[in-house]
């Protein structure tokens, strides 16, 4: 009999592999984690010491952080952390980038160390001034910071001598507004209009 310690053969590349990640299960392919040398090596069956009684391999990670990390893994989609009422999730994409770190995937550390994801969100604003109907318009990249100031001025404004809400300076009133204005003196009116600046 021969002393020569017999190697277990490699593992199948075409049934699922389980990665057990703190208390959830993921059930992906050795392709997938191709992209990860850290996985990789796992999936390949060079490391033994993380394979379960059960045949999953244990991975001491945050799993909701993981799934993102998987996720690239498998479709090449960079993780987006973004809600349109908080902004950016600085935090995520820290914990992200120290897995993808832990895990060797330097095309998805680099991403997150040239804050890539600022650039994949544009932000459009719109306003409306409602005395003078002007629009305000302005797109920027998410992280940019912007500040908006409303200030108020006062303006006089022309009122037509018959109430034709349409005319809006003396120019527009016809004959009839003239002849029903007499020899008085153009009517105004003091209003506030709210204007937005940046």
């Known amino acids: 009999?021969?002393?020569?310690?017999?190697?277990?053969?490699?593992?199948s590349t075409s049934g699922p592999m389980v990665l057990q990640v703190g208390e959830q299960r993921f059930f992906t392919s050795n392709d997938s984690l191709s992209r990860s040398d850290y996985l990789n090596a796992i999936a390949s069956?060079?490391?033994?010491?993380?394979k379960?009684?059960?045949?999953?391999?244990?991975?001491?990670?945050?799993?909701?952080?993981?799934?993102?990390?998987?996720?690239?893994?498998?479709?090449g989609i960079y993780p987006l952390c973004y809600d349109n009422a908080r902004g950016h999730d600085y935090g995520t994409y820290a914990?992200?980038?120290?897995?993808?770190?832990y895990f060797i995937?330097?095309?998805?550390?680099?991403w997150l160390k040239q804050n890539q994801y600022i650039k994949a969100v544009t932000i459009k604003a719109f306003a409306q001034i409602v005395e003078s109907g002007d629009i305000f318009a302005q797109t920027k990249e998410a992280g940019t910071k912007t500040s908006y100031y409303p200030t108020?001025?006062?303006?006089?404004?022309?009122?037509c001598p018959r109430g034709l809400t349409p005319h809006y300076g003396a120019w527009c009133c016809d004959e009839d507004c003239k002849r029903a204005q007499g020899m008085r003196r153009m009517s105004m009116r003091i209003v506030s209009s709210c204007l937005l600046w940046f």
């Open 52 to 75: 379960q009684a059960d045949g999953s391999y244990f991975i001491d990670a945050d799993p909701e952080i993981f799934k993102r990390v998987l996720r690239f893994l498998r479709h």
């Open 1 to 11: 009999m021969s002393d020569v310690p017999q190697l277990s053969p490699p593992p």
């Open 152 to 159: 108020q001025r006062t303006v006089k404004k022309y009122i």
């Open 95 to 101: 914990a992200i980038q120290k897995q993808a770190d």
């Open 45 to 50: 069956g060079r490391w033994d010491s993380n």
């Open 105 to 110: 995937i330097p095309e998805l550390v680099a």
